[in-house]
């Protein structure tokens, strides 16, 4: 499968904010929207350990950043690019920011709610609904989570 190039580009930061997650000792996962012309608009790192906050996901965290950056919560048109497959409630805020696409690395077979334990974001009930592209970088995404988990077994 052939990947859009603006979303290459965005997973690689996303990547690199993910290894900086890690190495401030929380789960490595790392964010990026990007407008509809593929630029970055906003960005975030898994901060819940950093932060004391049980929400502050990389997707809610670069979602904040990129509705700033705009200044509108609305953010049709856009794409979130995250390393791991979101979990329940960044699903969640993939709908209620509107963005368009969602991008992602790695299955999280575990909690994932984008394909794998649930589909919340292509849920035909749910009044809006996100395109969603998965296993960009999965490798590299995989691997840094592995790296993570298995330091600390
Ligand atoms: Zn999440």
């Given at each position: 499968m052939t990947?859009?190039?603006a979303d290459l580009a965005a997973m690689d930061r996303a990547l690199a904010l993910a290894a900086a997650a890690g190495e401030a000792g929380d789960v490595p996962?790392?964010?990026?929207?990007t407008d509809a012309a593929g630029r970055a608009i906003g960005e975030g790192r898994n901060l819940r350990e950093v932060a004391h906050d049980p929400t502050a996901h990389a997707e809610v965290v670069a979602l904040r950043a990129a509705a700033a950056a705009v200044g509108s919560w609305n953010l049709e048109g856009c794409t979130l690019v995250v390393t791991l497959e979101p979990c329940i409630m960044c699903a969640g805020?993939?709908?209620?920011?509107?963005?368009?696409?969602?991008?992602?690395?790695?299955?999280?077979?575990?909690?994932?709610?984008?394909?794998?334990?649930?589909?919340?974001?292509?849920?035909?009930?749910?009044?809006?609904?996100?395109?969603?592209v998965a296993g960009v970088r999965e490798a590299e995404a995989s691997a840094l989570l592995r790296a993570f988990f298995d330091v600390r077994r």
């Open positions: 990947f859009d190039p996962v790392g964010a990026v929207v805020a993939v709908l209620q920011s509107r963005v368009s696409r969602l991008v992602f690395g790695a299955w999280d077979e575990k909690a994932g709610a984008a394909g794998s334990m649930y589909d919340v974001v292509r849920d035909r009930r749910l009044p809006y609904r996100a395109e969603v």
